[in-house]
């Protein structure tokens, strides 16, 4: 058991959900105090993946916190020192174009600076359709900026959506793991 503290930030990927939650309890029940964080989009948006009150539900059961949905809830995360590691899955093409050019305008962008003002980790796993094409640029840039760590991804339709990449979000607990120990779990692209 871990008594680690994470946040964890879920983006407009919706498709990804159903992915992502089974790992928030993974980390629950390995010992992590996980705060879940969702972006404005996230937190407010019904789609053919489900009801945004669901999404939000499950998240609090799982964690047995409040979700932080605000700019305002999420400035305290740096000053307070709440988090060990702030994990981003799903990070959408939106959200890996803010973080490269240090715009903060939604909770989730927001905690990942208030997280690094005190050096914090950050991971992020990716699910974008333009991973290869505009947002190859932003994984870049991030993945030349200390601190930032990536859940591997490959392409998921390379026939289909050739600039497409979604993390294996099955790799979120090792790659938390070795963010909290400061490295790099390899290979980030296969």
């Known amino acids: 058991m871990s008594e680690a503290r994470i946040g964890f930030a879920l983006t407009g990927s919706f498709c990804t959900f159903k992915a992502v939650f089974p790992q928030i309890e993974l980390l629950v029940q390995k010992g992590y105090r996980v705060t879940p964080i969702m972006s404005a989009n996230a937190y407010a948006t019904d789609t053919r993946f489900g009801a945004a009150a669901d999404w939000i539900a499950q998240a609090e059961a799982i964690t047995g916190e409040k979700v932080i949905h605000t700019i305002a809830q999420a400035e305290p995360i740096g000053p307070k020192k709440l988090l060990d590691l702030l994990i981003i899955a799903p990070c959408t093409g ?3 174009g803010k ?22 980790p950050v991971l992020i796993a990716v699910s974008t359709n333009d991973a290869l094409a505009v947002s190859a640029a932003s994984i870049g840039t991030l993945m030349a900026r200390q601190g ?5 991804f490959e392409q998921d339709d390379h026939r289909g959506k050739p600039t497409s990449c979604v993390a294996d979000f099955a790799k979120i607990l090792p790659a938390a793991e070795a963010a909290l120990e400061g490295r790099q779990l390899q290979p980030v692209i296969f």
């Open 148 to 152: 930032m760590f990536f859940v591997p």
């Open 99 to 120: 973080l490269a050019c240090g715009i903060y305008d939604t909770a989730p962008t927001l905690a990942v600076k208030s997280h690094r003002r005190n050096g914090g």
């Open 94 to 96: 939106n959200t890996l």
